[in-house]
Structure formats: structure tokens, C-alpha cells
């Protein structure tokens, strides 16, 4: 009965941003702490960031800290993921989910100069 549904990727140079959003469906994504994950062919998905449901209390993984930015606009069901000063190893497919398990399609980065 639910889904997510990740957008805002696409191809830019090094040094450039994006804004990912993550919106679900059929779900109160207010009452979940929702994670920002990506992968590349042949490899483990990996956690990038985090954001929890209650105290706003945030992760990021040491890779993007003060590069990246998680937060959420709950009247939207959406958590978004600002990603600045990206480098070519930022080129992955990023999804989101509130549970390890649920996953959208992903939304593909590529940095390329």
C-alpha cells in the first residue's frame, strides 16, 4: 500500500548541486526516521545520511559531512537530501527508505567533468 518515489538527480560537473527529494505514498512519513542511501554497479548499497522522526537529530556519513545536507517538510511527505560540492565518487543511484526493506526506483548522480 506504500511506495517512495526518489527525484532530482541528473548529470553535473564537479563542484556542482543537486537537490534529491524523497516522497512516499500511502504512509505518514512523518513517523519515521528515513535514511539516504546509494550504490553503484557491483557494489553494497551504502548509508550516505539520516534524519530521525521526533527531534530532527541527523546522520551523515563521514564521506559528505559539510557537503551534504538531509531535512524534511513534513506537510509534504518529503525528505530531501542537498548535496553540494559533489565529486565524481558521489556518481551512484540514490534511494531512500524508512525501514532497510522499501525502496523507490532510485534517482541516478552522475558528476562528470
Known amino acids: 500500500q506504500y511506495h517512495f518515489v526518489e527525484s532530482g538527480g541528473g548529470l553535473v560537473q564537479p563542484g556542482a548541486s543537486l537537490r534529491l527529494s524523497c516522497t512516499a505514498s500511502g504512509f505518514t512519513l512523518e513517523n519515521f526516521a528515513v535514511g539516504w542511501f546509494r550504490q553503484v554497479p557491483g557494489k553494497e548499497r551504502e548509508r550516505v545520511s539520516c534524519i530521525s522522526s521526533s527531534d530532527g537529530s541527523t546522520y551523515y556519513a563521514d564521506f559528505v559531512k559539510g557537503r551534504f545536507t538531509i531535512s524534511r517538510d513534513n506537510a509534504k511527505n518529503t525528505v530531501y537530501l542537498q548535496m553540494n560540492s559533489l565529486e565524481p565518487e558521489d556518481t551512484a543511484v540514490y534511494y531512500c527508505?524508512?525501514?532497510?526493506?522499501?525502496w523507490g526506483q532510485g534517482t541516478q548522480v552522475t558528476v562528470s567533468a
Open positions: 527508505t524508512a525501514n532497510l526493506r522499501n
